[in-house]
Each structure stands twice: as structure tokens, then as C-alpha cells.
């Protein structure tokens, strides 16, 4: 099948809305460089990998490129390499013929194919076994691919934009990325900084989740305090910009700012705040380490957990440990199976000397605004 013969059957989806540029970039410059390099990368129209923590915006920054590329007009097509099963992704991301296995009752395109004409977006793509990273290898060399059960190769023209957590490099220096195929992705980069590196922009993105999230569910919670705001800028974000509108969502549906200083409250416990008699009285060192160990599990436990959004599969993978691993470990250190609030003690907000500079622009600036129709802010 020729190129225009594909392209006029691969079906057009649009991107998604994004949230205003001003809302995306913010004022820090670190994402001020984002902006400057962003429309550069677009015109090179070669393969780009974006890096960042979970949940700093390598999604909206993906789209923007998108946006920005001659391909513009073209759909652009995201896959979230872990939610798909490893045993599924190859069929999903190249599809299949009629009778290539057990309940393949008719042909089905893939990815690739939806994206021909446009951008593929490969959401954490250190994920993807290696197994089946020659296939993509080939499509990135000869830009052709073969569906599962078929013969026949097909071409498709596309831009492929990749997201990892994990640095490519150091996977491929642990076996489980392929260093021709790091080669053939990290033509270009981009690395997304967390939201603990851009602590300025946090009253924005505060304002315009408020706002979003007020229309969205129909209520009508005030601003922040300036006290919350300051707490909010000298928080270290595991989760960044999705756990910020996370706990935006909770002050909005609970209306108190106490519901999320709970939810602060239990990622900032100490663990190895340990009773130890000053007396000169006999401690067990073996009971007080075992407590200490327990302590820091939770904890670390707990983080993950947040940052995943309380995904107990995904928190499992993060942490290297099986799913009933994981649920073992929960009981064990006294966390609840779901999100909840947590009565722990009140938080010493100690913030970092160097953002004490980005804090103070920004302590006595009004960033309320008039509501106005904001999309939601997703990755």
C-alpha cells in the first residue's frame, strides 16, 4: 500500500486543548529556556526524547512540538508504553492481520499507522521489553513496518516523540534499552524540570487549577492563603505539576485548606524520629533499628504511592517489587489500601535558602484572575 494510499485511510485525531502558554511556561527560567527551544526542536522534525520526573508535562510539551512541526495538521498519537500489557503492546503499536492469533477475528491497525502524516508520542518509553525493540528500530531506519501475521511491509511518515523517566543512557549501560535504538530516539532532547526547580510559577498554576476545577465541579472555593502558597513553595513535589492539581482537587471538593495540609503532613514525616531514652538507660538496638526500617518503608512507600496517584500497580513497578509484595508491605506499615487523611504531626515548613529568591517575587503578587474556560492540564 503506497503512502497516500495509507494516509487517506489513517484516521485524523486532533490534540487534545492545552492550558494557556502563560500557564504553561509560567515565569522560571527554567522553563523560559522550554519555550525558547521548543519551536526549534518542532522544525527539525527529527526523533526527540523529553525527560523528566513523573508528571512535569512532558504530555502538554509533547503536543506543543506537535503544534509546532510541519506536521501539524497531522494526528498526533500518544501511547503509554505501561499501561499496555508487555504481551499486548506490539499488536497495539503495529496491529495485526485477520487470523495472526486465537481471536484476531478481523485485521486491526495499529499506532504506527493511526499516527501516519502526524506525530507518535511513546509515553515512558524505557518501558517497552526488548524484545520488541528491534521492530521499532526498523521503523525508525526504514520508516516501513510489518503488522503481526502479515507479509507485507508498510511505509508510514511520522515524527516520534519519546518520554522517559529514566535516563536512556544508563538503561542501555543495564541491558534494557539497545544502544542502536538509543541512538536512533536521542536524536534530540529535552529535559522538563520539576516543579520544586520552578517554585515561582507555583501560584499560577494554583490560580488556574482553582479556577478549572471550581467550573468543574461546580463549587466555588476561595483562594489559597498566602501561608498555604508559601507551604506550597517549599514542598518538594515527588509528584510535581499532577500531584499539584491533585491536592487543588481535594481543597476544591473538601473546602479546607486543613484537608490538604494532612495530605502535606503525611509525605513530610521523619522516619527515624525514635524514642531514645536520654537517661542512660538500656535500649535494644535490634527493636529500635527494626522500628527505624519500618519507619522509612512507610515513608518511601507512602511518596511513591502519592506520586503514582495511589496506583498500586504502578507504585509496585517504581519500587522493583511484585504487587502482592507491594499489598503485603501496606498492612504491614499501617497504610491504607486508598487515599486518605492522615492525623500525623504538624509539619516545621523549613524551605530552602535558594528559593527563598523565587518565593519572594511572587509572595505579594495577586494572581486571581476572572474565570475563564481553561482546559484540563494532563501529564
Given at each position: 500500500?503506497?503512502?497516500?494510499?495509507?494516509?487517506?485511510?489513517?484516521?485524523?485525531?486532533?490534540?487534545?486543548?492545552?492550558?494557556?502558554?502563560?500557564?504553561?511556561?509560567?515565569?522560571?527560567?527554567?522553563?523560559?529556556?522550554?519555550?525558547?527551544?521548543?519551536?526549534?526542536?518542532?522544525?527539525?522534525?527529527?526523533?526527540?526524547?523529553?525527560?523528566?520526573?513523573?508528571?512535569?508535562?512532558?504530555?502538554?510539551?509533547?503536543?506543543?512540538?506537535?503544534?509546532?512541526?510541519?506536521?501539524?495538521?497531522?494526528?498526533?498519537?500518544?501511547?503509554?508504553?505501561?499501561?499496555?500489557?508487555?504481551?499486548?503492546?506490539?499488536?497495539?503499536?503495529?496491529?495485526?492481520?485477520?487470523?495472526?492469533?486465537?481471536?484476531?477475528?478481523?485485521?486491526?491497525?495499529?499506532?504506527?499507522?493511526?499516527?501516519?502524516?502526524?506525530?507518535?508520542?511513546?509515553?515512558?518509553?524505557?518501558?517497552?521489553?526488548?524484545?520488541?525493540?528491534?521492530?521499532?528500530?526498523?521503523?525508525?531506519?526504514?520508516?516501513?513496518?510489518?503488522?503481526?501475521?502479515?507479509?507485507?511491509?508498510?511505509?508510514?511518515?511520522?515524527?516520534?516523540?519519546?518520554?522517559?523517566?529514566?535516563?536512556?543512557?544508563?538503561?542501555?549501560?543495564?541491558?534494557?534499552?539497545?544502544?542502536?535504538?538509543?541512538?536512533?530516539?536521542?536524536?534530540?532532547?529535552?529535559?522538563?524540570?520539576?516543579?520544586?526547580e520552578r517554585v515561582e510559577d507555583i501560584p499560577m498554576l494554583v490560580d488556574y487549577f482553582l479556577q478549572d476545577l471550581n467550573r468543574s465541579f461546580d463549587r466555588h472555593a476561595p483562594p489559597l492563603s498566602p501561608t498555604m502558597i508559601r507551604v506550597f513553595q517549599g514542598y518538594h513535589w515527588p509528584g510535581n505539576i499532577r500531584e499539584l492539581e491533585n491536592l487543588i482537587k481535594r481543597y476544591v471538593v473538601l473546602g479546607s485548606e486543613e484537608a490538604i495540609m494532612s495530605e502535606l503532613r503525611a509525605v513530610h514525616e521523619f522516619p527515624f524520629e525514635l524514642e531514645i531514652p536520654e537517661d542512660g538507660s538500656s535500649i535494644a538496638l535490634k527493636e529500635l533499628t527494626k522500628r527505624a526500617v519500618a519507619r522509612l518503608e512507610r515513608t518511601v512507600i507512602l511518596r511513591v504511592l502519592q506520586a503514582h496517584q495511589w496506583n498500586r500497580k504502578k507504585t509496585a513497578a517504581a519500587l522493583k517489587?511484585?504487587?502482592?509484595?507491594?499489598?503485603?508491605?501496606?498492612k504491614e506499615v499501617g497504610i491504607p489500601p486508598s487515599r486518605g487523611i492522615y492525623a500525623l504531626p504538624s509539619i516545621n515548613h523549613t524551605i530552602p535558602a535558594d528559593r527563598e529568591a523565587a518565593m519572594q517575587s511572587t509572595s505579594d503578587q495577586d494572581f486571581s484572575s476572572q474565570p475563564q474556560e481553561l482546559p484540563a492540564f494532563d501529564e
Amino acid at each position: 500500500m503506497s503512502y497516500q494510499s495509507l494516509r487517506a485511510v489513517t484516521p485524523k485525531k486532533k490534540s487534545p486543548s492545552l492550558p494557556p502558554t502563560d500557564i504553561i511556561y509560567g515565569r522560571s527560567r527554567a522553563m523560559q529556556e522550554i519555550r525558547h527551544r521548543i519551536p526549534l526542536v518542532a522544525q527539525a522534525n527529527a526523533p526527540l526524547v523529553l525527560y523528566g520526573e513523573s508528571g512535569t508535562g512532558k504530555d502538554v510539551v509533547a503536543q506543543l512540538v506537535h503544534q509546532h512541526s510541519e506536521s501539524a495538521s497531522g494526528p498526533f498519537v500518544k501511547v503509554s508504553c505501561p499501561a499496555i500489557p508487555s504481551g499486548l503492546l506490539e499488536s497495539e503499536l503495529f496491529g495485526y492481520e485477520k487470523g495472526a492469533f486465537t481471536g484476531a477475528n478481523s485485521s486491526k491497525p495499529g499506532r504506527v499507522e493511526m499516527a501516519n502524516g502526524g506525530t507518535l508520542f511513546l509515553d515512558a518509553v524505557s518501558e517497552i521489553e526488548i524484545s520488541l525493540q528491534p521492530k521499532l528500530l526498523q521503523l525508525l531506519q526504514d520508516g516501513c513496518f510489518c503488522r503481526i501475521g502479515g507479509l507485507d511491509e508498510r511505509a508510514v511518515q511520522l515524527r516520534l516523540i519519546c518520554a522517559s523517566t529514566r535516563d536512556l543512557m544508563e538503561e542501555v549501560a543495564l541491558g534494557r534499552f539497545r544502544e542502536d535504538l538509543y541512538f536512533r530516539v536521542n536524536v534530540l532532547s529535552l529535559r522538563m524540570p520539576a516543579l520544586r526547580e520552578r517554585v515561582e510559577d507555583i501560584p499560577m498554576l494554583v490560580d488556574y487549577f482553582l479556577q478549572d476545577l471550581n467550573r468543574s465541579f461546580d463549587r466555588h472555593a476561595p483562594p489559597l492563603s498566602p501561608t498555604m502558597i508559601r507551604v506550597f513553595q517549599g514542598y518538594h513535589w515527588p509528584g510535581n505539576i499532577r500531584e499539584l492539581e491533585n491536592l487543588i482537587k481535594r481543597y476544591v471538593v473538601l473546602g479546607s485548606e486543613e484537608a490538604i495540609m494532612s495530605e502535606l503532613r503525611a509525605v513530610h514525616e521523619f522516619p527515624f524520629e525514635l524514642e531514645i531514652p536520654e537517661d542512660g538507660s538500656s535500649i535494644a538496638l535490634k527493636e529500635l533499628t527494626k522500628r527505624a526500617v519500618a519507619r522509612l518503608e512507610r515513608t518511601v512507600i507512602l511518596r511513591v504511592l502519592q506520586a503514582h496517584q495511589w496506583n498500586r500497580k504502578k507504585t509496585a513497578a517504581a519500587l522493583k517489587i511484585s504487587y502482592r509484595a507491594l499489598l503485603y508491605k501496606l498492612k504491614e506499615v499501617g497504610i491504607p489500601p486508598s487515599r486518605g487523611i492522615y492525623a500525623l504531626p504538624s509539619i516545621n515548613h523549613t524551605i530552602p535558602a535558594d528559593r527563598e529568591a523565587a518565593m519572594q517575587s511572587t509572595s505579594d503578587q495577586d494572581f486571581s484572575s476572572q474565570p475563564q474556560e481553561l482546559p484540563a492540564f494532563d501529564e
